[in-house]
DNA sequence: CGCCTTATTGAACCCCATCAATATCTGTGG
DNA sequence: CCACAGATATTGATGGGGTTCAATAAGGCG
């Protein structure tokens, strides 16, 4: 018998969570089955499309939320428009600011999304009673700030064709959780930004990241798809060319 | 009586901690006295000279620390010698990474620095049984996380004015702590790093960062002191020119 | 198809990097 | 105290990677 099915027939895991992700890899599993219980009654689960905003920047938020499917983009926006996406986050990632009234960082959908939003008010109340909710809160804070210091060091160091080709390989990761990619196997990739937010995200402009497209296409290290999609042709040399 | 005075007889605390920083704005104040105590037997005092490395990125480090004086910069490195400060800690910020094996990042003194160190063991066994000292962790992780980002916001899209700006801005922060500086007031700061540091910091050369100095000297927003001291004479506009 | 959004390609420019020279600082020893 | 040497900082001249401005092409969707 798998945990799918062992799952199914335990009555302690509410039904929501029962196939979640985050149950298993992101913050929920810092919490008991009764808690979790506890937790499910207050939360609900929100499909948001591509373009919306998840937690506007100027009010206070009063929920937190896990990411089941989708990918939600965090931007910081300067007042004459010039804009920096400072992380992508996928499923089971948490997404909502502990300990502060407002997130310094707007979270927008980038594609699709549905999450599962419980009051804040219930999570904090729950943290202060599971230390493991707390930790694995911790963890991811600290996973995104290794995350955020590698992006720094793109951001100020690397050009333009490294700066794309750490982004591939990245998405390329995310694409492949389980086993990253071997070093030759060609890997189709979906790609979940338009050109504009993969500018936005490397501090480039929509024509630079369109024209190291068009060179690592020339050069065979990647094959146009269809629109957003991308095949990976040689995975090494792409990791090669992000220089990590 | 001030406060002073009752810790220096409170024989609960430990002699270390009696005036230091981190018990009251840092990581040890989550932690009750019987543990500060516990934890103060295993801990020393260290001084280490500006220019030397805190931690390595490639041995497992046995120790945490937490910063009583001077700047400590985290910094990454590219094979072909590139290099990117992806942060400054100072007091009485907390130094190392818990959850993981080995820090991304390396840390090294920028100016003479004495830090608390004490065993990662201690510390770890701590967490587990403290709740408020993981939750005071966890939030300067989170804090670190905002001020990364924000940085990520200046690599990619400001300009080196902009970035100097924001630099001198921030310096001057945390040369007064407790109370911004007014407006108008002049306000003399001291740069805890070189040229050097600095581009490294902002993603520039040396050369640009000098010609910035100069530029904000010639427009009066600054004036130099001796060596490493400026003093800021219009902090508005200096706040202004970061655009932030 | 036709319209609008998104992406690609081209040409000119500019901010910052690079290369190079000079100046200033800092500590050491005569 | 000054002279000297190495490190650090400033300034100048030139060049290049990426931006900007502009036009064309390709998708997406009614």
Redesign the pocket.
């Known amino acids: 018998m798998d945990d799918t099915r062992r799952d199914i027939h335990n009555s302690d895991v509410p039904a929501v969570c029962v196939a979640c992700e985050a149950r298993h890899r992101g913050v929920c599993s810092g919490m008991k089955d009764d808690e979790l219980l506890e937790l499910s009654r207050s939360t609900q689960i929100k499909t948001i499309p591509a373009g919306t905003e998840l937690f506007a920047t100027d009010q206070v938020p009063d929920h937190y939320g896990n990411i089941l499917s989708g990918v939600v983009k965090l931007s910081k926006l300067l007042e004459d428009g010039r804009q920096q996406i400072v992380g992508l986050q996928f499923a089971p990632d948490f997404i909502g600011r502990p300990f502060a009234d407002q997130s310094s960082v707007t979270a927008d959908a980038a594609t699709d999304v549905t999450v599962c939003m419980f009051p804040r008010r219930a999570l904090n109340d729950m943290v202060t009673r599971s230390p493991d909710l707390e930790s694995a809160l911790h963890r991811q804070a600290l996973d995104e700030l290794d995350e955020a210091r590698e992006w720094m060091l793109t951001l100020g160091r690397?050009?333009?064709?490294e700066?794309l080709a750490m982004f591939l390989y990245y998405i390329a990761l995310h694409n492949n959780p389980y086993e990253p990619p071997g070093d030759d196997d060609p890997v189709a990739i979906d790609i979940p930004l338009?050109?504009?937010d993969i500018?936005d995200f490397l501090?480039?402009?929509?024509?630079?990241?369109?024209?190291?497209?068009?060179k690592l296409?020339n050069t065979g290290v990647i094959a146009?798809l269809?629109?957003?999609k991308v095949r990976i042709e040689r995975f090494a040399e792409l990791r090669d060319l992000a220089s990590s």
Chains 1, 2 share one sequence.
């Open positions: 690397r050009t333009a064709e700066r338009t050109r504009a500018a501090g480039l402009t929509i024509e630079t990241v369109s024209r190291q497209f068009t296409r146009k269809d629109g957003r």
